[in-house]
Nanobody, 120 residues
Framework: VQLQASGGGFVEAGGSTRLSCAAS????????MAWYRQAPGKRRELVAA???????NYADSVKGRFTISRDNAKNTVYLQMNSLKSEDTAVYYC???????????????WGQGTQVTVSS
């Protein structure tokens, strides 16, 4: 199973961008999917998560500005980021809890990380 993230880059403060993360490989089912971020010198933190049924939760710092969504048919999770602030600058990682079709066992998988830099 692989998670491939895309999107991000340089964005001006107040601007928007969207991240995507597609899962591929021997997938039987994907349960929760999420986005984390890690800023320089800080610990990785949860940004937003979404269940297979569409229930979501967000870090307080991004509520009202970020929206997580998923397309189950495409095994893809998105993060729409609006009203970006300089403190949103970080490497963003996608995460998914996947049931493999090989042995029908579950595990957490991570994408490679994508940089989002917000210029003030």
């Amino acid at each position: 199973v692989q998670l491939q993230a895309s999107g991000g880059g340089f964005v001006e403060a107040g601007g928007s961008t969207r991240l995507s993360c597609a899962a591929s490989g021997s997938i039987f089912r994907i349960y929760a999917m999420a986005w984390y971020r890690q800023a320089p010198g800080k610990r990785r933190e949860l940004v937003a998560a979404i269940t297979s049924g569409g229930s979501t939760n967000y870090a307080d710092s991004v509520k009202g500005r970020f929206t997580i969504s998923r397309d189950n048919a495409k095994n893809t999770v998105y993060l729409q980021m609006n009203s970006l602030k300089s403190e949103d600058t970080a490497v963003y990682y996608c995460n998914a809890h996947v049931i493999s079709s090989h042995h029908y066992t579950g595990a957490d998988y991570w994408g490679q990380g994508t940089q989002v830099t917000v210029s003030s």
